[in-house]
């Protein structure tokens, strides 16, 4: 077979960001924004079977940049709807599943047309609900976009039958088939870019999901099947659940025609999402497989022969983008005691500059965190950290509706203490000296995660070892360690941070696909 890309699909190219500092381009934010605010308190229902469902107990999405404003409302669904959801889902797999890849591939290029042409509302809709900056948004956007463009062209690369290596007598193949039911579960702090990749990915390869969003930002969930329905998806290959995890989580992840998971969450749930994942069900006739990233404890180590202003533009980058609310964020800066106080010097005068505000003011750096919930636990690691480290900057809520957490600064923090061990997803920078080289090599690595890393250093030789010892599945090399780009930058972490799934790279796709060898005996 070939595999050459036709014509009417040209090489795969990222999606470029617009510059909200351009004048017009702040003005079709401005009218996104007015528009979405007509639809402020808009109730939606489930994607069960092809048909929404709506009478069901209810619950809010609240703007964490407005606590007193509601976002949405969204009914509850139960477990008795997650058991449903998973038996339309198997019904349907065997329909969706036999559409020829070309068809999927359509649709899915299709969606992203969409998606492009809808940018504005969808940024507008992520600065609403999850308290995005406007640039973030659209990075996340962007990412969405990426992710059904590349995930088409790979499964048109992996569609039909891969000859291999020739037997005498025989024509022997290769094809990739899809596995079945998927629960897709995405997480609150990229919630369209996220949900979109894994849902494509399952979509694009011919597996029927079950969609579980974050009860945070569910909203902007709704939007994307409603896209996806929009593009020509039939109703049936994806169920909407809406609604907090817990029993249902376990009811989707257990049931015996469920074949596979793909999580983007916390590390305690994503270890329960595996553990259930791991045993059989009674009638279960597979082993599920668990696609799973589950947060970091991310370093950018500062070398001491490192261009200090750029260390200290990209650890604040990396540390405060959406107000660190990434798993990718650089929670620890490990800097050579040689240049220690300067870099820390330079980090607090930049970190001074940063602006602080509601998600949809223009040229903020660090909006609103996700929910009360999270900022109380903020607050609480920021209150133990005292007795651990020293505060240099920061440290308090900002009062008001908005959900404000300043950009907060530790230095002097030892190895040893929470805030160096434990992911606190927030804006909250622990600043550790190290001995030597060989010291912050050893302190980088000193985590149970392995997600990202950074390091700053103009000199060859530790550039070198470290793409050999830095253990963790993102590694950069004189550039901040968040904003991975889909096809750059395949993104996965190692240890606890997951299964090292790689999303947006050669490889993704593969878990959501089973390859059957074939033989066939030629006559004569």
């Known amino acids: 077979m070939s595999n050459q890309l036709p014509p009417s699909l040209p090489p795969f190219e990222n999606e470029p960001y617009v510059d909200f500092r351009d004048p017009a381009v702040w003005q079709r934010a401005q009218d996104a924004w007015s528009r979405l605010q007509a639809s402020v308190g808009q109730r939606f229902a489930l994607l069960l079977d092809g048909k929404w469902v709506g009478e069901r107990e209810s619950f809010v999405s609240l703007n ?78 962007a990412e969405a976009i990426d992710f059904c463009e590349y995930y088409a062209r790979e499964m048109q690369r992996l569609a039909g039958s891969h000859p291999m290596h020739p037997q005498p007598h025989e024509d022997t193949e290769l094809r990739y088939l899809p596995l079945g039911v998927g629960i897709v579960i995405p997480p609150w702090n990229f919630p369209f870019a996220i949900l979109a990749g894994m849902s494509i990915a399952s979509l694009v390869t011919g597996n029927t999901i079950v969609l579980k969003p974050s009860s945070d930002t569910p909203r902007i969930a709704c ?64 082993i599920k497989r668990v696609i799973a990233e589950m947060g970091g404890k991310d370093a950018i180590l500062v070398d001491a022969e490192a261009d200090l202003d750029a260390a200290a533009q990209g650890v604040l980058a990396a540390a405060y983008g959406f107000s660190g609310q990434k798993c990718s964020a650089c929670s620890r800066a490990i800097v050579d005691q040689a240049v220690y106080e300067p870099f820390l010097e330079k980090l607090l005068a930049g970190a001074a500059t940063l602006k602080v505000g509601s998600a949809e003011e223009p040229g903020i750096h660090l909006g609103p965190v996700i929910n009360a919930r999270a900022l109380s636990k903020m607050l609480e690691y920021i209150e133990g950290a005292k007795a651990e480290a020293r505060l240099v900057f920061g440290g308090k809520a900002i009062p008001g509706d908005a959900l404000l957490l300043e950009p907060t600064i530790f230095a002097d923090v030892a190895p040893t203490a929470t805030i160096f ?104």
């Not at 025609?257 to 999580?263: A, G, N, Q």
């Not at 992911?423 to 149970?448: C, K, Q, Y």
Request: charged share 20%; net charge negative.
């Open 223 to 286: 939007a994307f099947v409603e896209l996806a329905l929009e593009a020509g998806f039939p109703a049936q290959c994806i169920q909407l659940l809406t609604g907090p995890g817990g029993q249902i989580g376990d009811a989707l992840v257990q049931h015996p025609r469920t074949r596979y998971i793909c999580f983007t969450g916390s590390k305690p749930v994503g270890l329960r999402v595996n553990e259930l994942a791991a045993r059989t069900a009674p009638g279960q006739i597979w």
């Open 64 to 141: 964490p940049s407005r606590q007193s404003q509601v976002v949405s409302e969204h009914a509850r669904a139960t477990v008795e709807d997650a058991i449903r959801a998973v038996e339309a889902a198997d019904a349907y797999f065997p329909t969706w599943s036999a559409v020829p890849a070309e068809e999927r591939i359509r649709l899915t290029v299709h969606l992203a047309a969409l998606m492009r042409e809808r940018k504005m509302d969808l940024d507008a809709l992520l600065v609403l609900e999850s308290g995005k900056s406007w640039v973030e948004a659209e990075a996340d956007v």
């Open 421 to 524: 061990r434990e992911e606190i997803f927030g804006p909250v920078l622990a600043v550790t000296p190290a001995r030597d080289f060989n010291h912050a090599l050893e302190l980088v690595n000193d985590s149970e995660y392995g997600l990202t890393g950074a390091i700053y250093s103009a000199n060859p030789e530790k550039l070198d070892r470290a793409r050999r010892e830095f253990h963790v599945g993102n590694l950069y090399v004189n550039r901040k360690c968040t904003g991975a780009m889909v096809a750059a930058h395949p993104f996965g972490g190692f240890n606890m941070s997951g299964t090292d799934s790689k999303a947006g790279g050669p490889d993704y796709l593969m878990l959501f696909l089973q390859a059957k060898s074939i033989a066939t005996r030629r006559a004569g």
